[in-house]
Nanobody, 124 residues
Framework: QVQLVESGGGLVQAGDSLKLSCTPS????????MGWFRQAPGQDREFVAG????????YYDDSVKGRFTISRDHAKNTMYLQMNSLKPEDTAVYYC?????????????????WGKGTLVTVSS
């Protein structure tokens, strides 16, 4: 069983930036895709961004394209989500996800492991 440890959430104002991090408790998943999902109160969990195991392929939801950047550092065994120009509608619990295939994660929600989530609150 692997744990995904997220950090970086917090309370910011609209227009500010935050950087989320996710570190698996094991280095055995370097060949897996990783991603970020989010869930706002009363809403379904939605895909935000995903990255292939080698970092060559990235996907973004249209709502964050151009503002968020996903990346991963294999040396540090960590995935990041740089969030710029934050909006109140970005307020949600952000979850790190680990999966065998990026397309399956994005389109079919085939997730091997979930993190516990980190709260991002953007005030207007």
């Amino acid at each position: 069983q692997v744990q995904l440890v997220e950090s970086g959430g917090g309370l910011v104002q609209a227009g500010d930036s935050l950087k989320l991090s996710c570190t698996p408790s094991s280095r055995a998943f370097g060949s897996y895709a990783m991603g970020w999902f989010r869930q706002a109160p009363g809403q379904d969990r939605e895909f935000v961004a995903g990255i292939s195991w080698n970092g060559y392929t990235t996907y973004y939801d249209d709502s964050v394209k151009g503002r968020f950047t996903i990346s991963r550092d294999h040396a540090k065994n960590t995935m990041y989500l740089q969030m710029n120009s934050l909006k109140p509608e970005d307020t949600a619990v952000y979850y790190c996800a680990l999966g065998r295939n990026l397309d399956d994660m994005r389109y079919s929600r085939v997730i091997e492991y979930w993190g516990k989530g980190t709260l991002v609150t953007v005030s207007s």
